[in-house]
């Protein structure tokens, strides 16, 4: 099965690569954020020691791979016994232990990192909404019609809903910002720097100003027609 998996500081739209990447090829896309959000809203026994972990990290914190690993390796197994010939995830791996956990699964994941410059990552942040039920990214309109998709710019909360939920700002100078900046230079950075090295299995596509030209830098890295 081939593996994609799509990464990227805040506000660089690896929610919407990834869904458009699994509506192109066809295949499941697998969110961790999404996927984590369920285990704690279904209270399952994974989901109460998340829940823990959240309330006692700090905000922006990285989850540790202990928690995010079994739920992961399942989801990507499942896909597997399905026989789907591709799946795409969204929000890892984050760290080399990710990494390695899934080489060493054999779903090494050909890695698509978005890159944006952290001036504009301030400035897209502070755009951004976020559903008020389940915390999901909200884009500007523009941007996912753009891509030809505009029913990519919301989670489905609000879907038959006679009173829509809230779209809630995201806080561009608050503590999450700067912890999840942190995070990434301290585990996804490294990550990065040596797959970089390795010179195989990363694709960097630089976030263009609009989503239109973006999704086709990553059609052309990835040799999608």
């Known amino acids: 099965m081939r593996l994609l998996a799509v990464i990227g500081a805040p506000t660089t739209e690896k929610h919407i690569v990834g869904r ?35 309330a006692a990290a700090r905000p922006g914190e990285l989850l540790p791979t202990k928690l995010v ?25 984050r760290s080399l232990e990710q990494w390695s956990m899934l080489r060493n699964a054999g ?23 976020v559903c008020a039920g389940c915390s999901y990214p909200l884009y500007p309109a523009e941007d996912a019609s753009k891509a030809g998709n505009s029913s ?4 489905g909360c609000n879907d038959g809903a006679p009173h829509p939920l809230p779209q809630l700002p995201l806080d561009a100078t608050g ?29 960097e596509i630089k976030v263009l100003e609009d989503l239109e030209h973006t999704w086709a830098s990553v ?7």
């Not at 990519?152 to 989670?155: E, I, Q």
């Not at 910002?177 to 797959?195: F, G, N, S, V």
């Not at 059609?219 to 027609?225: N, Y």
């Open 20 to 54: 458009l990447l699994g509506a192109k090829l066809r295949s499941p896309v697998l969110s961790v954020s999404a996927l984590l959000q369920n285990e704690v809203q279904h209270r399952t026994f994974l989901g109460e020691r998340l829940a823990e972990e959240r």
């Open 175 to 203: 503590p999450g910002l700067e912890r999840r900046k942190a995070e990434w230079d301290t585990h996804t950075a490294p990550m990065l720097e040596r797959l970089r090295e390795r010179g195989s299995g990363l694709h």
């Open 69 to 93: 690993a079994p739920l992961l390796m399942q989801s990507l197994q499942s896909a597997q016994r399905a026989g789907t010939a591709s799946a795409v995830l969204v929000g890892a791996p």
């Open 107 to 129: 779903m090494a994941p050909e890695l698509i990192h978005l890159v944006l410059p952290d001036a504009r990552q301030a400035h897209r942040y502070g755009s951004r909404r």
């Open 152 to 155: 990519l710019l919301g989670c």
């Open 219 to 225: 059609m052309v890295a990835l040799d999608i027609e």
